[in-house]
T-cell receptor
Framework: KAGVTQTPRYLIKTRGQQVTLSCSPISGHRSVSWYQQTPGQGLQFLFE???????NKGNFPGRFSGRQFSNSRSEMNVSTLELGDSALYLCASSPLLAGNTGELFFGEGSRLTVL | KQEVTQIPAALSVPEGENLVLNCSFTDSAIYNLQWFRQDPGKGLTSLLLIQSSQREQTSGRLNASLDKSSGRSTLYIAASQPGDSATYLCAVSSLYNQGGKLIFGQGTELSVKP
């Protein structure tokens, strides 16, 4: 069974640009969550999608957005990039049961560097 | 506001030792607690999931316990090996705000010396 797949694995952008990251969940998982990991702040929750609807959102500015498609694949977008957006972006999928948080399975992440 | 703390931040042990990693959380209204392992530059690997109604879970050389009333969890690693070297993270989901949201600790960086 394939795991969570994230693309691209590495990317370099400059300030002011925008970026789109992609995540394919484990087959059958309908919940996809996104996290930002930095050395200073650790792992922070960005948002979660279930059946194409954003169900939960962390404390990040509106420059961070996402969406989920009917096949459960998800994308996140960061617009007007800032130096502080440099981070490892991790996607996780979960076999949610009755709306509760099940076990989360993470991808390898997308390493974003903003110059 | 839920806060998760892991102590120690770093730990170095000789191969073969049994060790315990600690995780504490401030709000006992959790739905579950999950332990992860992260190798440098990699994603997170799920190790154990404990539901709030459970007291412990075991997988191979790993045993995780949960004491919800005191806000503590421990991860016990038996007969440590150099391959166990990694950062170990614990995370909790809230009973009232679930939907894929985990609150993570800062992690314990474990080094097992041959």
């Amino acid at each position: 069974k394939a795991g969570v797949t994230q693309t691209p694995r590495y990317l370099i952008k400059t300030r002011g640009q925008q970026v789109t990251l992609s995540c394919s969940p484990i087959s059958g998982h309908r919940s996809v969550s996104w996290y930002q990991q930095t050395p200073g702040q650790g792992l922070q929750f960005l948002f979660e999608y279930f059946s194409e609807t954003q169900r939960n959102k962390g404390n990040f500015p509106g420059r961070f957005s996402g969406r989920q498609f009917s096949n459960s694949r998800s994308e996140m977008n960061v617009s007007t990039l800032e130096l502080g957006d440099s981070a490892l972006y991790l996607c996780a999928s979960s076999p949610l049961l009755a709306g509760n948080t099940g076990e989360l399975f993470f991808g390898e992440g997308s390493r974003l560097t903003v110059l | 506001k839920q806060e998760v703390t892991q102590i120690p931040a770093a730990l170095s042990v000789p191969e073969g030792e049994n060790l315990v990693l600690n995780c504490s959380f401030t709000d006992s209204a959790i739905y579950n607690l999950q332990w992860f392992r992260q190798d440098p530059g990699k994603g997170l690997t799920s190790l154990l999931l404990i539901q709030s109604s459970q007291r412990e879970q075991t997988s191979g050389r790993l045993n995780a316990s949960l004491d919800k009333s005191s806000g503590r969890s421990t991860l016990y690693i038996a007969a440590s090996q150099p391959g166990d070297s990694a950062t170990y993270l614990c995370a909790v989901s809230s009973l009232y705000n679930q939907g894929g949201k985990l609150i993570f600790g800062q992690g314990t960086e474990l080094s097992v010396k041959p």
